[in-house]
């Protein structure tokens, strides 16, 4: 298998809102908020849905990878309920690899509330149910082994057991990948990202936000030399400004694409790594990477969701 990626395994619930309801909910436009289950039943109880997809972030990844012919395998947990079976249908047809035997869990399978402002930004409110339960015993370790890349979410850091399972599966991987996520997710968690990041990881994907607050600082030219002294792949997508990785003295840029009808910002970062990485365990370059990820993530944030059709 060439990349296994292991993730909050999310059904995603999408609905368009005014900046209104935002302000109302007292919710940070472009954030993710976690919920409770009668939170998350309550912002949805006045709200149209517009499409319900299998989501997570690793897992668009992953669907964007198998999209371009890559073998690939995901391990996230769901409870065999209702949603749990449309999450799995969604990555069996999708021809992903689904690492993981689901049981009758005590809490429900999660979903996420995507929020869609008239500025195509996405809101999201999370309620992680049995996804954010997920343990060291539900790693397939063979797996971990056989794949080319593991490929793990900030998210997943979000709460106890999850740690273990994502330590478990890097000291078992041959190379390991990360995205920072979000940034409330590094500001909570920022001394051990910093220590994954300087440590642990091989790859790792952040945007610009997420970059400068885990290394407290508020230049740019500061993340450079933060990443130039690693002497790891640092891959930072800058929105209008396009994507930089940074591997030692090598700084490789890509400039972002231009005259988009953008419709929504959901999945672009996910669908950037998903390119990127397509190119790393195919041998190209890293600036074609940059270029594939920036193609996918073009694409992505013209469609309404996180998958591309």
Known sequence: MKVLGIGNAIVDVICKVNDDFLLKNKLTKSTMKLVDESEFKKLLSNLKIEETISGGSVANSIVGL??????????????????????????????????????????????????????????????????????????????????????????????????????????????????????????????????????????????????????????FDEVINFSKNLNKLIVITRGENGAIAIHGNNIIECSSKKNLKIKDLTGAGDLFAGGFIHGYINGKTIRECLEKGTEMSSKVIQIIGARLI
């Open 66 to 219: 198998s999209q371009l012919g890559n073998k690939v395998g995901f391990i996230g947990k769901v409870s065999d309920d209702n949603l749990g079976n449309k999450y799995e249908e969604g990555l069996t047809k999708e021809k992903v690899k689904y690492l993981y035997v689901k049981k009758k869990e005590a809490t429900p399978t999660g979903t996420c509330l995507i929020l869609i402002t008239p500025d195509s930004e996405r809101t999201m409110c999370t309620f992680l149910g049995t996804a954010g339960k997920i343990n060291e015993n539900d790693i397939n370790v063979k797996a971990v082994k056989e794949s080319e890349i593991l490929f793990l979410e900030g998210y997943l850091w979000d709460e106890g057991e999850p740690r273990k399972a994502f330590e478990k599966a890097i000291n078992h991987s041959q190379k390991v990948a990360m995205s920072l996520s979000d940034l409330f997710c590094v500001e909570r968690h920022k001394s051990q990202f910093l220590n994954l990041v300087k440590n642990k990881l091989d790859i790792t994907f952040a945007n610009e936000q997420e970059i400068l607050s885990l290394i407290s600082e508020k230049k």
